[in-house]
């Protein structure tokens, strides 16, 4: 394998590492301050796919559908905490698990109810749709690098918001203790809702951007769920800094594997036995990762004990 | 003098800068009871953690009956013959006061791994577990729901749990905690009998109840032992005094 | 008073699916005699992962990795009988089999064995990563699954014709609906004497309060362990009844959607309760027939059935005809 192929792969890790960070970080955090497992986190992600794909073919600008996508994305997010979720608060893991997959249930025969079955398109905006040389001559999808920033300053947002403002004092103390903030004055209801929906919006910006390079369909906010649960697990559930050092560990590793198995086992087998055992392998790398995590550390990598 | 049934030599246990126990030595000769006290904050329940196996300590050592314990889990620790009883009741809540007891009989049997035949047909584990329900006098409530138990009834529910067990040395963190004054004298008169049958670390803030009780004391502080003697030894002693009891009344 | 109204509706649910294939049987419905063969097969599989959940307090989002292995199960070793070539010749010769008890044992063995090593390591672990551990081992079969080219890969397998019982035609809809409810009762008394069993007693306890088990000297991690693996074995008999129903196995029973259905099934009857599954299964596939012949979209229904249970009615369908939340002894 050439080396600028291998740097190609990298970046592509890279990139749907950030992504899965962007859906891991809204995950842990909702689990972080409220202790509520969200299975519907997904419907979210397809959500602002969806609104993003539907406004952008409307209006022409994929920047007015990124921006649907957000507000749509948090909309439904801020909704569904006021109905359902807030009502889960109190309850055990397994209610919580269970509304939530209704949930699912709901927004996906919902969403192709009013879609239909087929999947939408998102084009990438015309500007983007070329290739950069980045130094060294490699060749590389400017719209992927663009999301690969875009998500890293989106990281480094979250960060500083939880490092240094108001709201993320209130969430860091409300991961610490509930009654505590209550007791401080900070209205804890309207926090939830705000962090539901800062979560929500993580998730339908990455459906968002991801949708312009996949295809924008009922359930494709599944995959993304599963792997971000990966991610939560090998960080260590309610570290915002293990889900980045999670998601990039799971990005890298499903897509390295993927091109590199197939090819090792092609060292020492014929072709075709090498392309079905090393994809197979392949499917399976990041659930071994998190295996391996869990074998020595069953809390994640930052978690507490 | 007879060789400790429970020997606890130099346990350390830090958390980051703090010396939670700092060197602790203790033991418990048979059919005595050693009472721990100390003030709040002093590292009675890391200590207690420590010796039952739900921590693990920095260094140190346990030994149960001349057996080193110290490399055990909780788990078999209990199975080596530690019966412990916590300070906030630890019970099966859904289930019947008999249903709890039954449970401390089959974790002495040890026949855990039995699929067929109903436990409610076992006699011999039926029989152990009432006659412990009858020692604390919650025999009549046998067939009552653990949830719906008062406070005092859930902690002599825990004493027969641990009595079922048949352990060599009772652990017992608190057992007055709650009881108001009767029940206090009751469990006092009882732990008082309890003793022929094993001997008792007995961590109690009720002073009444050590000095009535114990054959000799400890005194916890700062994570350290500062004095061990009889109840006459330690009211005299002037460093529990100012250490202990001047920190009292300071609060 | 309330018990007596719980044995009796248990009476009454047991009998339910019978009766309704014997109707069937008389009206000439087989399509309806299926159904009530789905519906004990679904229960079959919630009565496996109720031993988890409800005795267990094991909440394994996980159970369709065990639904698809005991499928894949009956797949492999059918599509090597149909095909008349061997599993494998060296080191030994393993031939395919149509003989239904063989691939019973065969399903409930791998699906116990897949149980053993996915709870050894889940089980380190509990809440919410339980959760989500076994939910990502179930993805990642139903991956594998779809990337394995061997078993049909995405398409998944056919079978032509339904195995073979000793003595008994298993074509006719009546017969295989009598050998998947015999499986199902005495499942059911099974489940129903372990849970009364010291083991029971145990597994229960580690779900009430895992310190007080630790304290009488049971490790708690040892008989989860074996709930997990019991509860496994079961759900993956389920799939190999399942399969030879549809005579097709494909990945979609490896779904994570499969395993939150068998949750469904189970709490749609009771956490807990012996007879929920048989209950909730029955009531699933009810649904699933009525909504399903009004919408297409009958999942939305579905949802907000199941969040409306799950936030009023926590005592499922037993519960509230019983009129309370958990049964005692």
Known sequence: ?305 | MSDPMLDIRNLHKSFGALKATDNVSLDLHPGEIHALIGPNGAGKSTLIQQIAGSLTSDSGSVHLSGRDITGLSNVARARAGLGRTFQISSLAMEYTVLQNALLGALGRDGGVMRFIKPVMGRGDLKDHAMQALEQVGLADLAAKRTADLSHGQRRQLEVAVALTLEPSVFLMDEPMAGLGASGSKRMTGFLDGLRAKAPILLVEHDMDAVFALADRISVLVYGQIIATGTADEIKSDPIVREAYLGEEAAV | MIMARETLLNIILFALLPVTALIAWGLDEPYIITLATKAAILALAGVGLNIALGLGGLISFGHAAFFGIGGYAMGILASHAQSYAPIMEVPFLIEGTKSMPVIWLVATLTSALAALAIGALSLRTSGVYFIMITLAFGQMLYYFAISWPAYGGEDGLSIYLRNDFPGLNTLVPLTFFSICFAILAVVLWGTSRVARAPFGLALSASRQNAVRVETVGIAPYRIRLVAFVISGAVTGLAGALFADLNRFVSPTMFSWHTSGEIMIFVILGGVGRLYGPVAGAALFILLEHILGGLSDFWHIYLGILLLLVVLFARGGLIGTLVGREVAHE
């Open chain 1, 1 to 305: 394998m050439s080396p600028i192929l291998l740097i190609e792969q990298v970046l592509n890790g890279l990139q749907s590492g950030i992504m899965l960070f962007l859906m891991a970080a809204g995950l842990t955090l909702i689990f972080g301050v409220m202790g509520l497992i969200n299975l519907a986190h997904g419907s979210l992600y397809m959500i602002g796919a969806f609104a993003a794909a539907a406004v952008a073919a409307a209006t022409g600008s994929f920047v007015i559908g990124l921006i649907a996508a957000l507000i749509a994305a948090a909309a439904a997010g801020a909704l569904i905490e006021l109905v359902v979720i807030r009502r889960l608060y109190d309850r055990d893991h397994l209610d919580q698990v269970l509304a939530t997959f209704a949930l699912i249930l709901v927004f996906s025969e919902g969403t192709r109810w009013l879609f239909g079955s087929f999947p939408l398109y998102l084009d990438v905006p015309a500007a983007l749709a070329g290739p950069v040389t980045l130094p060294g001559g490699i060749l590389y999808p400017a719209y992927r690098l663009l999301i690969t920033a875009v998500g890293l300053v989106v990281a480094i947002g979250l960060f500083a918001l939880i490092a240094r403002t108001r709201i993320g004092i209130q969430i860091r103390a409300g991961e610490a203790d509930r009654e505590m903030i209550a007791a401080l004055g900070v209205d804890i209801s309207k926090l939830y809702t705000l962090v539901f929906a800062l979560g929500a919006a993580l998730a339908g910006l990455a459906g968002a951007l991801v949708g312009a390079i996949q295809s924008v369909q009922v359930g494709m906010g599944e995959p993304v769920l599963i792997l971000a649960f990966v991610v939560v697990v090998i960080g260590g559930i309610g570290s915002i800094k293990g889900a980045l050092v999670g998601a990039l560990l799971v990005g890298l590793t499903d897509t390295l594997g993927s091109v590199l198995l197939p090819l090792a086992f092609s060292a020492f087998m014929e072709p075709a036995a090498a392309t079905s055992i090393g994809s197979a392998l392949a499917s399976m790398s990041i659930y071994i990762l998190m295996a391996g995590v869990l074998l020595f550390k069953p809390t994640g990598l930052f978690g507490k004990a």
